[in-house]
């Protein structure tokens, strides 16, 4: 019986939140921007590469890419309140892709990816 009265206790604390209106849109009238530092380490040397984007509008996504010897690209949309974020990075040492969605919070640093391979960190201003 207990477990039956915390259990309706919370999922009635629950239903506020699941009936709410949503909040204004997370862009905003500028739009997001956000910043992208992809750091890569070698044996010889450690290259870190800076990226803005700014995403806003209608169908909101951003793409940044370098071509070359090393490419790198990363393609940023902002879906419902998540930043959902697929990057890859090709160099001499090795592949490395990946694919994240994280909540958009203002004043929020996220790190991602390999320990021992590339690393990206994303600012949300």
Same mark, same amino acid.
């Given at each position: ?31 997001? +921007? @956000?910043?992208? *530092?992809? &750091?890569?380490?070698?044996? #010889?040397?450690?290259?870190? !590469?800076?990226? %803005? ?11 940044? +890419? @370098?071509?070359? *010897?090393? &490419?790198?690209?990363?393609? #940023?949309?902002?879906?419902? !309140?998540?930043? %959902? ?30 320990? %021992? ?9």
């Amino acid at each position: 019986m207990k477990l039956l009265a915390t259990s309706i206790a919370f999922f009635v604390s629950l239903a506020p939140a699941a009936f709410a209106e949503p909040g204004p849109p997370v862009t905003g009238a500028g739009g997001l +921007k @956000v910043h992208f *530092a992809l &750091r890569e380490s070698t044996a #010889a040397q450690t290259t870190t !590469r800076a990226f %803005d984007v700014v995403l806003a509008g209608s169908n909101p996504c951003a793409t940044a +890419k @370098v071509k070359g *010897a090393d &490419r790198v690209e990363i393609q #940023a949309c902002v879906n419902d !309140r998540n930043l %959902d974020l697929t990057w890859s990075s090709h160099s001499a040492s090795g592949e490395y892709e990946s694919r994240s969605s994280m909540p958009i919070v203002h004043g929020s640093t996220f790190e991602l990816g390999a320990s %021992d391979g590339p690393h990206l960190t994303v600012t949300i201003p």
